[in-house]
């Protein structure tokens, strides 16, 4: 099983709203991503973590507010979010770092 | 920051054709992921390359992993209508890298197959 799996598959949310993504994968993988992808663009990287721990942030700003609560699961916390931020939010994992990473579906955010 | 030069950018192919593309970079990666997207849909694992001059077959796909460890390449053969879509090459850093984890996606082939 490579199943990586994120709620809400579709999310609206004006400028002033608080909002969550959620992604779970129970591979036993100990490193999780998040991608930003714009459209006809690549997968841009924002975060990731190893083993529960924040291991990169490519410089996101900070109404993107990430959390690993434990293994299985990542979250991608907003706030105070601008209209260009809509795009479809990926979620990736990875046994461990630098392996190959499967994906979620995406969560497609709209921000109006 | 850093970037892969993938091409081509686009393909028209009919049915049955092969079909051939490669993506570049100006530093090393340990390693190379090549994914499919549908429209909509999350990138779809195809292969992984680990090894300098690794080729690798999944199905009527193969790749390689460039002996420089600049580059990589994805073959399909034998072509077919749901090959249809995005294919983007990927480089990763491994661990014992500053930027470990770190990967970084070429801007994609959009491939169309006539039937």
């Known amino acids: 099983d490579t199943e990586v799996t994120q709620t809400p598959k579709h999310l609206v949310m004006g400028m002033t709203n608080k909002k969550s993504l959620k992604c779970e994968q129970h591979?036993?993988?100990?490193?999780m991503y998040w991608y930003k992808q714009k459209a006809k663009k690549p997968p841009e990287l924002m975060f990731v973590y190893s083993y529960e721990k924040l291991s990169i942030n490519e410089s996101v700003p900070s109404r993107f507010s990430p959390e690993c609560p434990n293994s299985s699961l990542l979250n991608l916390h907003l706030h105070a979010l601008q209209p260009e931020d809509s795009a479809l939010y990926l979620c990736?994992?990875?046994?461990?770092?630098?392996?190959?990473?499967?994906f979620g579906p995406g969560t497609r955010l709209t921000v109006t | 920051g850093q970037q892969l030069n993938q091409s081509p950018q686009s393909m028209f192919i009919q049915e049955g054709e092969d079909v051939s593309m490669n993506c570049t970079s100006s530093s090393i990666f340990n390693t190379w992921l090549w994914y499919k997207q549908d429209p909509g849909e999350g990138p779809v694992l195809l292969i992984a390359?680990?090894?300098?001059?690794e080729l690798t077959s999944n199905g009527r796909l193969t790749a390689q992993f460039g002996i420089t460890r600049k580059d990589s390449f994805l073959n399909i053969s034998a072509s077919i209508p749901s090959d249809v879509g995005i294919y983007f090459c990927a480089g990763v850093y491994n661990s014992l890298n500053t930027n470990a984890g770190k990967s970084t996606f070429g801007d994609g082939t959009t491939l169309t197959v006539k039937p």
């Open positions: 390359l680990y090894k300098a001059g």
């Open positions: 591979m036993g993988h100990r490193a």
């Open positions: 990736a994992s990875s046994q461990v770092l630098a392996y190959e990473q499967y």
